[in-house]
């Protein structure tokens, strides 16, 4: 069975799909960078040692 393609030859009214497809592109990319920054091991130690560091001088042994 031979399934012919409908879509009219002209594509005329179609332009805005490239744009829609290019920004859709753009931002998965700023998600998958977002991703990269969050799930980074070094930074999330980092930041957990400041935390300790800083409720250390913030409560000092009276921590509780």
Known sequence: ?????????????????TTI??????????YMEFIEKLENQNRHFSLQSDLVEHLWAFKGSNFA
């Open 1 to 17: 069975m031979v399934i012919e393609d409908e879509r009219p030859n002209n594509m005329e009214g179609f332009e805005h799909v």
């Open 21 to 30: 497809q290019m920004h859709i592109k753009l931002i998965f990319n700023s």
